[in-house]
């Protein structure tokens, strides 16, 4: 892959086994990565357990896999998710994965991607079996990373300033806020630009030009919650005042 191209990451989502409302910092997470340009979710979606990830699938433009429950035990879902990863993984059409589950029969696949040289990361619960959770080149816990971004979010929306007309919403506030806090920063808080917002695009809701600015430093200077400094070589970094 040329150097200069973004990597291509598949996320693939065992719906039985993840938490809907973890999709959010999930894929601002998985920029580290890369974009997130394919999306599945595998799951019978004639259970009613599974209303919480249908209701996500299109405003994450997430593809959903149907697995239907043939033999009592046996799980079609997970045969399938691997049965696709593998078939990426020859393909050569992708340069990193995700796994958003909390089933240990992962395990060979996360052993596996690795072993070819891309990198996995694991997403699930705190009770996941160490065996998946340490096969994964980096697995995060999805139960913490929601509870950060809430506190996050209060902590933002607590620090405001009251009143005031701005055309910036509280949902563009936290989600630029997540992409900031999940970005590299040196030692005086700035985080460039170009991750702020590889990270903030990675939700596929998410185009400045939604907002009436036509470029990402457009919004970040309408913005006072922060600060933006040009260095050398044209480089733009932001830092968050409040």
Same mark, same amino acid.
């Given at each position: 892959?040329?150097?200069?191209?973004?990597?291509?990451?598949?996320?693939?989502?065992?719906?039985?086994?993840?938490?809907?409302? #973890?999709? &959010?910092? /999930?894929?601002?997470?998985?920029?580290?990565?890369?974009?997130?340009?394919?999306?599945? %979710?595998? #799951?019978?979606?004639? +259970?009613?357990?599974? +209303?919480?990830?249908?209701?996500?699938?299109?405003?994450?433009?997430?593809?959903?896999?149907?697995?239907? &429950?043939?033999?009592?035990?046996?799980?079609?879902?997970?045969? =399938?998710?691997?049965?696709?990863?593998?078939?990426?993984?020859?393909?050569?059409?992708?340069? #990193?994965?995700?796994?958003?589950?909390?089933?240990?029969?992962?395990?060979?696949?996360?052993?596996?991607?690795?072993?070819? $040289?891309?990198?996995?990361?694991?997403?699930?619960?705190?009770?996941?079996?160490? $065996?998946?959770?340490? %096969?994964?080149?980096?697995?995060?816990?999805?139960? @913490?990373?929601?509870?950060?971004?809430? +506190?996050?979010? =209060? !902590?933002?929306? @607590?620090?405001? *300033?009251?009143?005031?007309?701005?055309?910036?919403?509280? @949902?563009?506030? *936290?989600?630029?806020? &997540?992409?900031?806090?999940?970005?590299?920063?040196?030692?005086?808080?700035?985080?460039?630009?170009? *991750? /702020?917002?590889?990270? @903030?695009?990675?939700?596929?809701?998410?185009?400045?030009?939604?907002?009436?600015?036509?470029?990402?430093?457009?919004?970040?200077?309408?913005?006072?919650?922060?600060?933006?400094?040009?260095?050398? #070589?044209?480089?733009?970094?932001?830092?968050? !005042?409040?």
């Amino acid at each position: 892959m040329d150097q200069s191209q973004v990597a291509n990451i598949a996320l693939l989502i065992d719906a039985d086994n993840a938490r809907a409302d #973890g999709i &959010d910092p /999930v894929l601002t997470v998985l920029a580290e990565l890369g974009q997130v340009n394919i999306r599945r %979710a595998y #799951g019978n979606w004639r +259970k009613t357990s599974l +209303k919480g990830w249908a209701d996500r699938i299109h405003r994450y433009g997430i593809e959903p896999q149907q697995q239907f &429950d043939l033999t009592k035990g046996k799980n079609a879902t997970d045969m =399938k998710m691997t049965v696709d990863a593998m078939d990426l993984l020859y393909t050569d059409r992708v340069q #990193g994965f995700g796994i958003m589950s909390s089933d240990s029969d992962f395990m060979p696949l996360a052993m596996r991607i690795r072993q070819s $040289g891309y990198p996995v990361y694991g997403f699930g619960r705190a009770q996941t079996p160490e $065996g998946f959770r340490e %096969a994964c080149t980096r697995f995060i816990d999805v139960d @913490a990373l929601i509870d950060a971004e809430n +506190k996050s979010h =209060k !902590l933002a929306k @607590a620090r405001s *300033e009251p009143g005031g007309a701005s055309p910036i919403d509280d @949902a563009l506030m *936290e989600l630029l806020v &997540d992409a900031y806090n999940a970005s590299k920063r040196d030692e005086k808080g700035f985080a460039k630009l170009s *991750e /702020v917002g590889q990270r @903030a695009g990675n939700r596929s809701s998410f185009d400045t030009r939604n907002y009436g600015f036509a470029r990402l430093i457009d919004l970040i200077e309408a913005i006072p919650n922060f600060a933006l400094e040009r260095r050398e #070589g044209g480089q733009i970094w932001m830092k968050r !005042l409040r």
